[in-house]
């Protein structure tokens, strides 16, 4: 069954706007969550991550957001560009090194504007 | 430093025939793992190999399958192929199998007619 529940299924947003993926998980062994960018015809590229242990992580225009307690995380993304247009997958996974899997939610495509 | 290098890039196989797909991990990484991305289901996860190791398995069937060879090169065949397969088959590298170091290559689309 789908481990990751990650909504809307795409999304439209003018330039300079807010872009917001939410995504629900229900494993509480997860300690790693991550998100994702695809472009056409290329792999998926890690564009930020959190560890349950904060609530908040930021990095440039991108923003994660956690609430462990309604197992729930989402990517922000400010002032969003023509350029950010993709799919953007959250994911989550048990650390550590023994090769556990990323549990990935369905994908979001997004679609900025001019 | 090169990025993860999957070969070939697109393949047309007709149902029955098997497939072998090649990942060439990041050069000093020593896990490999493989996912199959469809529209309908997503990234799924099939195995991971480390130091030429299965340590772990998704839910796929049996005709799924890899290997890892001392230089850390992977690969993953399939066979008796069926329409289902048709997919776009990622690899991804990280130095000790932990996914936070994840990096992925560009895939394998490959197609059963």
């Known amino acids: 069954q789908q481990q990751v529940k990650q909504s809307p299924q795409s999304l439209i947003v003018q330039k300079g706007g807010i872009s917001i993926i939410n995504c629900a998980y229900e494993?509480?062994?997860?300690?790693?969550f991550p998100w994702y960018q695809q472009f056409p015809g290329k792999g998926p590229a890690l564009l930020i991550a959190?560890?349950?242990?904060?609530s908040e992580k930021k990095e440039g225009r991108f923003t994660i957001s956690f609430n462990k307690s309604a197992k729930q995380f989402s990517l922000h993304i400010m002032d969003s560009q023509p350029g950010d247009s993709a799919t953007y997958f959250c994911?989550?996974?048990?650390?550590?090194?023994?090769?556990?899997?990323?549990?990935f939610g369905k994908g979001t495509s997004l679609l900025v504007t001019p | 430093k090169a990025g993860v290098t999957q070969t070939p890039r697109y393949l047309i196989k007709t149902r029955g025939q098997q497939v072998t797909l090649s990942c060439s991990p990041i050069?000093?990484?020593?896990?490999v793992s493989w996912y199959q991305q469809t529209p309908g289901q997503g990234l799924q996860f099939l195995f991971e190999?480390?130091?030429?190791?299965?340590?772990n398995k998704g839910n796929f069937p049996g005709r799924f399958s890899g290997r890892q060879f001392s230089n850390s090169r992977s690969e993953m065949n399939v066979s008796t192929l069926e329409l289902g397969d048709s997919a776009l088959y990622l690899c991804?590298?990280?130095?000790?199998?932990?996914?936070?170091?994840?990096?992925f290559g560009s895939g394998t689309r490959l197609t059963v007619v």
């Open positions: 494993n509480t062994a997860f300690d790693y």
């Open positions: 050069s000093g990484h020593r896990s």
């Open positions: 190999y480390f130091s030429e190791t299965q340590r």
């Open positions: 994911a989550a996974s048990k650390g550590g090194n023994s090769g556990y899997a990323l549990n």
């Open positions: 959190i560890r349950p242990d904060v």
């Open positions: 991804a590298s990280s130095l000790d199998g932990s996914t936070y170091g994840y990096t």
